[in-house]
């Protein structure tokens, strides 16, 4: 997850290349989630919920 880019940012290629998920342009995203929380991210819907 990226707080800044877009479906052709070097976050989202490298993601692809690795085969792995990833999301971009999420704002303040990693400055509202703590180190160790963990989170679901649901790219198509475009939310994203604490699960503990």
């Given at each position: 997850m990226t707080d800044v880019g877009a479906p052709l940012s070097h976050a989202a290629i490298v993601a692809r290349e690795?085969?792995?998920?990833?999301v971009a342009g999420c704002g303040n995203a990693?400055?509202?989630?703590?180190?160790?929380?963990?989170v679901r991210v649901d790219?198509?819907?475009?939310?994203?919920?604490?699960?503990?």
């Open positions: 690795l085969g792995i998920p990833a990693t400055t509202r989630i703590a180190t160790g929380e963990v790219g198509a819907r475009g939310t994203v919920r604490k699960v503990r």
